[in-house]
Structure formats: C-alpha cells, structure tokens
Nanobody
Framework: QVQLVESGGGLVQAGGSLRLSCAASGSIFTINTMGWYRQAPGKQRELVAAITSLGNTNYADSVKGRFTIFRDNAKNTLYLQMNSLKPEDTAVYYC?????????WGQGTQVTVSS
C-alpha cells in the first residue's frame, strides 16, 4: 500500500518562502494527477495545486503566481515551492491524488506564516 510522507513546513515571516516535499513509497506520480491540499483551523481541506501525469499544472486563485507544484519521478517525490507567503497560507499541507480513490492521508506538514 502506497504511503505519503509530507515534510518541509515551518514558521516563516510574511513574504518568505518554503519548499514542501511529499515522498511516496511507490511510483504513483507518473500515472496519477497529484495535488497539494491544505487545511486551516476550522476550515475544510482545499486543493491548492495539482499536476497531471503529463506535467500540466493548475492552481487555486489564492496561490496562483506564488506557488509552484513540480515532481521528481526518479525520487517519487512531489514538491510545492511557496513564495511570497501570506498569513492566510497558514495551514497543514497534505499531498494526495486528486481523483478517487485517494491514498490514505499522511500526517501533513504545518506551515505557519507570521505577519
């Protein structure tokens, strides 16, 4: 069973940058549309960025122009480069397939942006 492990979160000031990583235990990125999700306290989990098996990307309006999703197929790792971070980006970030059935959610990685 494939497992997902997110890392790279932390505390950063507004305007700063972070790069999140999502390591998968199997080769799933080349055959699935993968996404980065986030869940802020008291809010539903939302999809913020996605990348198809062909490498096409799509972003939520709230992060467009600031976040970049990319992957390293050889390392079975998905990344999210986050620039110009804002306090409203504070959330736990997760990776997973975009389509059902999804993989069991990992523990996520906390991103906190201070103003």
């Amino acid at each position: 069973q494939v497992q997902l492990v997110e890392s790279g979160g932390g505390l950063v000031q507004a305007g700063g940058s972070l790069r999140l990583s999502c390591a998968a235990s199997g080769s799933i990125f080349t055959i699935n549309t993968m996404g980065w999700y986030r869940q802020a306290p008291g809010k539903q989990r939302e999809l913020v960025a996605a990348i198809t098996s062909l490498g096409n990307t799509n972003y939520a309006d709230s992060v467009k122009g600031r976040f970049t999703i990319f992957r390293d197929n050889a390392k079975n790792t998905l990344y999210l480069q986050m620039n110009s971070l804002k306090p409203e980006d504070t959330a736990v970030y997760y990776c997973n397939k975009v389509l059902f059935p999804r993989i069991a959610w990992g523990q996520g990685t906390q991103v906190t942006v201070s103003s």
